[in-house]
């Protein structure tokens, strides 16, 4: 089935890799863990984790009890923050199909994806990690 938009994989799990460790209370997730509860690829956890720990928003502690733990305050990281850290910035004002030169005076998709972008920044814009502890699975 066709997913008109969607965020990359990178993004999701860096997004989700860092919702887990803040609601990890003060214990480091590995690499492992996070596999676990995503579903995603050891080898593409780590690859975007390094991004992350480059970009200082982890911390990480090699060994068998280390792994990864928040370097800043849950309530100073946006979701904004951990997508542009992936992805690059987001740029508003490019065609969504790609085209340098349109031959329309304006967009022949009423802009709607150009609307959908400014929603999506703004909610990721004003949600931290810290709010996202309200997102936390409830162990059965």
Not at 65 to 92: H, P, Q, R, V, Y
Not at 96 to 119: A, V
């Amino acid at each position: 089935m066709s997913k008109p938009i969607q965020i990359s994989e990178a993004a999701s799990i860096g997004i989700h890799a860092l919702v887990l460790i803040s609601n990890s209370g003060n214990n480091f997730m590995n690499v492992n863990m996070i596999a676990e509860k995503t579903g995603s690829s050891k080898n593409h956890i780590a690859k975007v984790m390094q991004n992350l720990v480059k970009a200082d928003f982890v911390s990480s502690v090699r060994g068998p009890a280390g792994g990864f733990s928040l370097a800043k305050e849950s309530k100073d990281i946006t979701l904004l923050d951990i997508f542009e850290s992936i992805e690059g910035k987001i740029n508003m004002k490019v065609c969504p199909f790609d085209k340098t030169i349109c031959p329309f005076d304006k967009c022949i998709m009423g802009g709607i994806f150009h609307k959908l972008t400014d929603e999506l920044v703004e909610y990721l814009k004003k949600h931290t990690l810290a709010d996202m502890k309200t997102h936390k699975k409830k162990e059965k």
